[in-house]
């Protein structure tokens, strides 16, 4: 009670010229967001609207004839609300099945002149759509192509190619030398294997690590100094042109975590090579 007692009490103290230049604002922005058919945008007698959040899309409708706004298939309706449920019939009705089955919502006006709003939720966006009757030519239908479910997609798609994509070319399988031992901390990118085939060296780490800091990696000398090297990352894997006998992962600041890689004696021995 007190707040809309409050509220009243703001709306009427505000003066006409504040109250109209508010009322300029919001038509502004309706005007600004409103999107029109287009010619280029008709296929055959469905205008396609490129769908945007935020945008209102107008439909033109006549009386005795009823227009479809088309969902995208596999979209679930969640609701339906029309500003003027008097002079205008709202439906909905689905085509299809199972991934293609479709969402179709079917309005019709009582008479020309008429303008009214439709709010239409789903389990994935909000569409608004202005409603406007008028003598003559209906728009049969409106629908909407979804840029940005076609750029993920097209994310998703260079994403499994990149994971598809062998990490190294021509790599002799048979040379593969798994002598590798991992010690020290324990973080959740600490390293599965290591492993070597005479010429480069890899380190696998888990899935996680492409969502996280990757650690540098320094090889140690027989010195037992650090030296940082040059390595690509591909996948979740560390790809080093070298071999190396001992290396180390470092992160973080003060409390550093360390993992160790070292290859064993008994690979070193078999193999018959230095670092």
């Known amino acids: 009670m007190i707040r809309i007692f409050c509220l009243s009490v703001s709306l009427l103290a505000s003066s006409p010229a504040a109250l109209a230049q508010s009322g300029a604002v919001v038509a502004s922005a309706n005007k600004a967001a409103l999107r029109e058919p287009s010619t280029g945008g008709f296929v055959h007698a469905v205008?396609?609207?490129?769908?945007?959040?935020?945008?209102?899309?107008?439909?033109?409708?006549?009386?005795?004839?009823?227009?479809?706004?088309?969902?995208?298939?596999?979209?679930?309706?969640?609701?339906?609300?029309?500003?003027?449920?008097?002079?205008?019939?709202?439906?909905?009705?689905?085509?299809?099945?199972?991934?293609?089955?479709?969402?179709?919502?079917?309005?019709?006006?009582?008479?020309?002149?008429?303008?009214?709003?439709?709010?239409?939720?789903?389990?994935?966006?909000?569409?608004?759509?202005?409603?406007?009757?008028?003598?003559?030519?209906?728009?049969?239908?409106?629908?909407?192509?979804?840029?940005?479910?076609?750029?993920?997609?097209?994310?998703?798609?260079?994403?499994?190619?990149?994971?598809?994509?062998?990490?190294?070319?021509?790599?002799?399988?048979?040379?593969?030398?798994?002598a590798y031992e991992i010690s020290g901390d324990r973080p959740a990118w600490r390293p599965i294997r290591a492993f070597d085939d005479g010429r480069q060296s890899w380190i696998e780490f888990p899935p996680a690590i492409a969502s996280g800091e990757a650690p540098p990696l320094f090889i140690l000398g027989d010195d037992g100094e650090a030296e940082l090297v040059n390595y690509r990352m591909a996948g979740n894997f560390y790809v080093v042109d070298r071999l190396f006998a001992a290396a180390e992962l470092r992160l973080g600041g003060k409390k550093q975590k360390v993992v160790r890689i070292t290859r064993s004696a008994s690979g070193h021995a078999r193999r018959g090579r230095g670092k």
């Not at 995208?72 to 969640?78: A, D, I, R, Y």
């Not at 179709?104 to 389990?123: A, M, Q, R, Y």
């Open 47 to 178: 205008q396609v609207y490129p769908f945007a959040e935020g945008v209102i899309y107008r439909l033109f409708a006549a009386p005795e004839r009823v227009s479809d706004i088309a969902l995208q298939p596999g979209e679930t309706l969640s609701a339906v609300a029309a500003g003027d449920t008097v002079r205008w019939t709202v439906g909905d009705t689905t085509s299809g099945s199972g991934d293609t089955k479709r969402t179709h919502i079917l309005v019709k006006p009582f008479s020309v002149g008429l303008s009214t709003n439709l709010i239409i939720t789903t389990d994935r966006r909000v569409y608004r759509v202005q409603l406007t009757s008028r003598a003559g030519a209906a728009m049969a239908a409106i629908s909407w192509s979804y840029p940005a479910d076609e750029l993920l997609a097209q994310a998703r798609q260079r994403e499994a190619a990149e994971a598809a994509r062998p990490v190294s070319a021509d790599v002799a399988i048979e040379r593969l030398d798994f």
